[in-house]
């Protein structure tokens, strides 16, 4: 395991921590999905896995609570879309411009739609904690439905984003950056997009959509 020294007081951290909390709580209508539950899921892993790779791990942490803000901003959007939002809460909390805009960069870097193979190692921490939450058995069960609330999509935009977004990146070994997560997770990345390449499918035949109809009426 390799350390770096950080660059970013744990004071600050808390701050950032407590004021999207707050937004959080305040908005808890708006984010069924992107809630406090999955800032601070990925907050934590995203950190576990900074210390690992030799991240700076405070910058990591401060990247992941605020990497979802843009779905406060606008429904279903990309992570560039709460960049104004993301700067005044970063700026309000304290941290350094010239941070703010690497946390911005680690943010971009890190969005499943467009990451590639060789992204920093925050952004490979940060993505590493993001997938992980969308691989876990339960996120579909438990939780694609608020997903779905959230976002105003249907079952099949759904799993047409999953797939389009998530299969070529797993299929090309990169879907998890830490081996150690690859090692112990990707037969849950692996089932989950079998599960959604099944979904798509499914939703193709006559009888299944006339069930999803059936069933939303």
Same mark, same amino acid.
């Given at each position: 395991?390799?350390?770096?020294?950080?660059?970013?007081?744990?004071?600050?951290?808390?701050?950032?921590?407590?004021?999207?909390?707050?937004?959080?709580?305040?908005?808890?209508?708006?984010?069924?999905?992107?809630?406090?539950?999955?800032?601070?899921?990925?907050?934590?892993?995203?950190?576990?896995?900074?210390?690992?790779?030799?991240?700076?791990?405070?910058?990591?942490?401060?990247?992941?609570?605020?990497?979802?803000?843009?779905?406060?901003?606008?429904?279903?959007?990309?992570?560039?879309?709460?960049?104004?939002?993301?700067?005044?809460?970063?700026?309000?909390?304290?941290? #350094?411009?010239?941070?703010?805009?690497?946390?911005?960069?680690?943010?971009?870097?890190?969005?499943?739609?467009?990451?590639?193979?060789?992204?920093?190692?925050?952004?490979?921490?940060?993505?590493?904690?993001?997938?992980?939450?969308?691989?876990?058995?339960?996120? #579909?069960?438990?939780?694609?439905?608020?997903?779905?609330?959230?976002?105003?999509?249907?079952?099949?935009?759904?799993?047409?984003?999953?797939?389009?977004?998530?299969?070529?990146?797993?299929?090309?070994?990169?879907?998890?950056?830490? #081996?150690?997560?690859?090692?112990?997770?990707?037969?849950?990345?692996?089932?989950?997009?079998?599960?959604?390449?099944?979904?798509?499918?499914?939703?193709?035949?006559?009888?299944?959509?006339?069930?999803?109809?059936?069933?939303?009426?």
């Amino acid at each position: 395991m390799r350390t770096q020294e950080s660059t970013i007081d744990h004071v600050i951290v808390d701050a950032v921590g407590n004021r999207v909390h707050r937004l959080c709580r305040e908005y808890a209508d708006r984010l069924p999905f992107h809630g406090w539950h999955h800032v601070n899921f990925v907050r934590t892993k995203a950190a576990g896995f900074a210390r690992h790779n030799g991240a700076d791990a405070a910058v990591v942490e401060v990247a992941a609570l605020v990497h979802d803000v843009n779905y406060l901003v606008l429904r279903n959007s990309p992570a560039a879309a709460g960049r104004s939002l993301r700067r005044e809460i970063l700026a309000e909390c304290g941290v #350094p411009a010239w941070i703010a805009r690497w946390i911005d960069e680690i943010v971009d870097e890190a969005e499943m739609a467009t990451r590639g193979r060789n992204i920093s190692l925050e952004a490979q921490a940060l993505s590493d904690a993001d997938t992980l939450f969308k691989a876990l058995p339960v996120t #579909p069960v438990v939780l694609a439905h608020r997903y779905l609330r959230e976002n105003g999509l249907s079952l099949r935009e759904l799993a047409d984003k999953i797939v389009g977004e998530q299969c070529d990146v797993h299929d090309e070994g990169y879907y998890f950056y830490n #081996p150690e997560a690859a090692a112990t997770y990707s037969r849950w990345a692996t089932a989950n997009l079998q599960l959604w390449r099944c979904i798509k499918e499914a939703v193709d035949d006559p009888t299944v959509a006339e069930l999803l109809d059936a069933v939303a009426s």
